[in-house]
């Protein structure tokens, strides 16, 4: 019976695993519009939580700094949310027909510095979040340019600080080592994701 229980687990994960991979696969780096209805605002709320290429790198990211602490978590709870505003304003001037594997390199490093629970200087984690913010938030700009616009980005901003402020706090908050733990079996996912979309890309142009 144990070892049913343990191929089913493992069934599981490799499941959780393949559907993370699906979700995550990118075809292009520029991001689509969600339109909720709602306005501007809303709608850039709503394609940040439909758009796992953006939302799981920012939470693998609010996940590491919370590992690091509440200084951490602080710093980037802020510098975060304004390096993607101020990335997305470039964008949405410049625009970008770039294809590159933006989400699958994000999600492979940082769900690493996750899973290794590497110890970075505070200011390191700062710079880590403002490139995350500046180079996802332009590629936003560039596909809201004709859409939500800048009110879109103030969107996209304000759900990035809540995100990033209670995922963050979380983390912190744990204090049995298996808790932590935890956290960095979920970065393992999130890094092997992003290894496996880099996988099917470079397959995909062989």
Same mark, same amino acid.
């Given at each position: ?36 209805? %709602? ?9 940040? !939580? ?9 939470? #693998?990211? &609010? ?5 690091r602490g509440a200084v ?36 492979? $490093?940082?769900? &690493?510095? $996750?899973?290794?629970?590497?110890? %970075? ?5 700062v710079i880590l979040a403002?490139?995350?913010? !500046? ?26 600080f809540i995100a990033v &402020? ?12 298996? %808790?932590?733990? #935890? ?14 979309? !880099?996988?099917? %890309? ?5």
């Amino acid at each position: 019976m144990e070892g049913v229980d343990v191929n089913a687990h493992s069934g599981k994960n490799a499941g959780l695993l393949v559907a993370l991979v699906f979700l995550l696969r990118p075809s292009l780096a520029a991001a689509h519009l969600v339109t909720t209805g %709602m306005g501007p605002v809303y709608d850039g709320i709503g394609h940040l !939580l439909l758009t796992p290429e953006d939302f799981v790198p920012m939470l #693998a990211l &609010a996940l590491y700094a919370g590992l690091r602490g509440a200084v951490s978590g602080r710093r980037v709870m802020f510098m975060l949310p304004l390096a993607w505003f101020a990335g997305g304003l470039a964008g949405s001037t410049i625009g970008s027909s770039l294809q590159f594997p933006i989400p699958a390199i994000s999600c492979l $490093v940082l769900g &690493a510095l $996750v899973a290794a629970d590497l110890r %970075m200087q505070d200011n390191a984690v700062v710079i880590l979040a403002i490139c995350l913010g !500046l180079v996802h938030g332009f590629f936003n700009g560039a596909a809201m340019r004709d859409g939500a616009g800048t009110l879109g980005l103030l969107g996209i901003m304000s759900i990035v600080f809540i995100a990033v &402020a209670l995922t963050s706090a979380f983390v912190i908050s744990l204090r049995r080592p298996w %808790m932590r733990m #935890a956290i960095r079996v979920a970065g393992s996912w999130i890094c092997a994701s992003g290894l496996l979309m !880099l996988g099917w %890309m470079v397959r995909g142009r062989m």
